[in-house]
Every structure is written in C-alpha cells, then in structure tokens.
C-alpha cells in the first residue's frame, strides 16, 4: 500500500538560510499533519491543513510556513534557521479528521 | 507534557512476557492513537480506539481505554526482540491535531 512520501529525508543547513519540506499524501487523503520531534522529545503538532485550508495551528513559529497544494501535497517553508529547528519532521495523513493518521518517514534537518 | 503521562517511562522484560503500558490524558477525547517508533525512525501507527469503545484487539495487541479515568492501556502478548521499540500514545482532542505522550522505550531482552 501508498504511504506518506516526505522530501527530503535528511537536510543540512546552515543558520539564517532557508529549507523547504515536502509532504505526499497517501492517495485519497485530504487531511495532512507537521510535526516536529526533538532529540528524545514526543512529536509535536505544528500545523494542519484539510482540503487544502489550515484547519489547525500548533507551536509552529511565525518563521516556518506552510501549505497545502491543488494536489493535496504540502510543503512546511523554514526561514531564518536557528540550530533549536534542528529535529525530525513528520508529516502525516488521513482520510479526514479524526481518523487513524499515518507518518511518513520524516526528514531530518541539521542546521549547523 | 501537554498530554499528560506514559507510565513506564522505560520497561525490559524477557522474549516471551507481556508487556504493559499506559497512559493518561487531561482533556475529553474523540479517540486515542498508539504508535511504535524505532530509533530516529517513523512512527508507525498501531491501533485507533474511539471515545465509545472500552477494548480493542489487533494482532498481539490489546487496547483498553477508561474515559472516566482518562487513561488507556497497550498490551504487547508474547513479546519478541522486534518489538523493541519507543511506544506513543496519541490523544484526538477534537482539533485536527494529535497530542502525544512521552512515550514508553520497551527493550525486549532475548
């Protein structure tokens, strides 16, 4: 079966640039997640879109951007990179609200 | 934490043993999500179980989940070293957003 496609899986950056995460929805899926998971930390919610509107905002700082595309693909823009930004980003799916949600891969981003 | 607990915050059994986890939650839910993660790895979702069901069964797992004492339990049955790994539980608040625990690094001892 399709699963959640994220690009790219590991990035390295320097501080003050910028990085642009890419999200594949599985087929179907009109619902996407960000989340950001530090060193030893849980995931956290950052931002989420369903049928290509925000539809929900967590701790993403005002540096980061994102949106979801006519093909329900999403991209999370980072701008000004600080080294606390280094984590794993998720990207998650589903079939609508409150429904089972499935990770991608993640990407890793080191901002050095 | 803004979920809440994960109780144990680390556990290693035997292959073979059960092994139990559990988890506690602030808010009403719509539903409650488990999921496994290996190091550095993605998180892989196991089970959804709804505001409205007390028990459900996938595999060698078992989830319950107690509303009223805002709390959910995963049980892993006869254990192999595969199952190693950081267990989540992930908490639906009616936003479109999941709220995790810390989570629970089981080690399972061969």
């Known amino acids: 079966a399709a699963g959640v496609i994220q690009s790219p899986r590991h990035l390295i950056k320097e501080k003050r640039e910028t990085a642009t995460l890419k999200c594949y929805p599985i087929?179907?899926?009109?619902?996407v997640y960000w989340y950001q998971q530090g060193p030893g930390q849980d995931p956290q919610f950052l931002i989420s879109f369903y049928e290509k509107m925000q539809s929900d905002k967590g701790s993403i700082p005002d540096r980061f951007s994102a949106q979801q595309f006519s093909d329900y693909h999403s991209e999370l823009n980072m701008s000004s990179l600080e080294l606390g930004d280094s984590a794993l980003y998720f990207c998650?799916?589903?079939?609508?609200?409150?429904?089972?949600?499935?990770f991608g891969p993640g990407t890793r981003l080191t901002v050095t | 934490s803004q979920q809440g607990e994960e109780d144990p915050q680390a556990l290693s059994i035997q292959e073979g043993e059960n092994a139990t986890m559990n988890c506690s939650y602030k808010t009403s839910i719509n539903n409650l999500q488990w999921y496994r993660q290996n190091s550095g790895r993605g998180l892989v979702h196991l089970i959804l179980?709804?505001?409205?069901?007390r028990e459900k069964h996938s595999g060698r797992l078992r989830v319950t989940l107690d509303t009223s004492k805002k709390s959910s339990s995963l049980l892993i049955t006869a254990s192999r070293a595969a199952d190693t790994a950081s267990y989540f539980c992930?908490?639906?608040?009616?936003?479109?957003?999941?709220?995790f625990g810390q989570g629970t690094r089981l080690t399972i001892n061969p």
């Open positions: 179980i709804r505001s409205n069901e």
């Open positions: 992930a908490t639906d608040q009616g936003a479109q957003k999941l709220v």
């Open positions: 998650a799916s589903s079939p609508g609200p409150s429904y089972e949600q499935y």
């Open positions: 087929p179907r899926h009109d619902t």
